[in-house]
């Protein structure tokens, strides 16, 4: 399974725009690339996922470049409750998905 | 719809005490997975099953059997409990097919091991 490489903490301040990039020098070909977030106390949750390119949803953006060894999470106009750890990982698609959980970035937003 | 729910929630053991961690989950999935969480660490996989009957060993399995008698439930046992096994206990689910990279995750176990 590929290994990731994460800022251990990141600050910021409500309103800005936050970007954490994750490496994963060495992601196979069937590998896609999952963002969790995890709020003290409670389980991950799943925020977005991508293969290569953009990926956006109503809560993030994801980057791919072309050569798939890094991707970037953009939480646009972070708030107070943007706090939290965000781990990214990547999978294979074929057989088990058995996920490999790095200690993440801790991402601390202020008033 | 409940999601993935675990009991109990809190529990505190002496050494050598053993008990059964449940996850029950509503969403019909075929995979499922137990995780413990030390103090500002990632999660780490203890095992998991790909479908009722089946169980497999994750990264630090030892310590720790499990049993999916039920396509719903997911049973994590503890035989003889150590402080080592101090930790939050998360269990998820996710489905067959290509969304099976987004796990859902249920509240968490805190376990103390005294």
């Known amino acids: 399974l590929a290994k990731t490489t994460q800022p251990i903490s990141m600050d910021s301040y409500e309103g800005q725009e936050v970007n954490i990039t994750c490496s994963h020098n060495n992601i196979a070909t069937n590998d896609y690339i999952t963002w969790y977030q995890q709020f003290p106390s409670q389980g991950p949750r799943f925020i977005i996922q991508?293969?290569?390119t953009k990926v956006t949803n109503e809560v993030a953006s994801l980057f791919i470049p072309a050569d798939r060894k890094s991707s970037t999470l953009s939480l646009p106009r972070v708030s107070l409750s943007d706090t939290a750890v965000y781990y990214c990982?990547?999978?294979?698609?074929?057989?088990?998905?058995?996920?490999?959980f790095g200690a993440g970035t801790r991402l601390a937003v202020h008033p | 719809n409940a999601g993935v729910t675990q009991t109990p929630k809190f529990r505190v053991l002496k050494t050598g005490q053993s008990m059964t961690l449940l996850c029950a989950q509503d969403?019909?999935?075929?995979?499922m997975y137990w995780y413990r969480q030390d103090p500002g660490m990632g999660l780490r996989l203890i095992h998991y099953?790909?479908?009722?009957?089946?169980?497999a060993k994750g990264e630090v399995p030892d310590g720790y059997n499990v049993s999916r008698l039920k396509k719903q439930n997911f049973l994590l046992g503890l035989e003889s409990a150590a402080p080592s096994q101090t930790s939050v206990y998360f269990c998820?689910?996710?489905?067959?097919?290509?969304?099976?990279?987004?796990?859902?995750f249920g509240p968490g176990t805190r376990l103390l091991v005294l």
């Open positions: 969403m019909n999935h075929e995979y």
């Open positions: 998820a689910s996710s489905p067959l097919g290509r969304e099976r990279e987004t796990q859902y």
């Open positions: 991508g293969y290569k």
């Open positions: 099953s790909v479908g009722e009957g089946t169980t």
């Open positions: 990982l990547v999978g294979e698609t074929g057989g088990y998905n058995k996920l490999i």
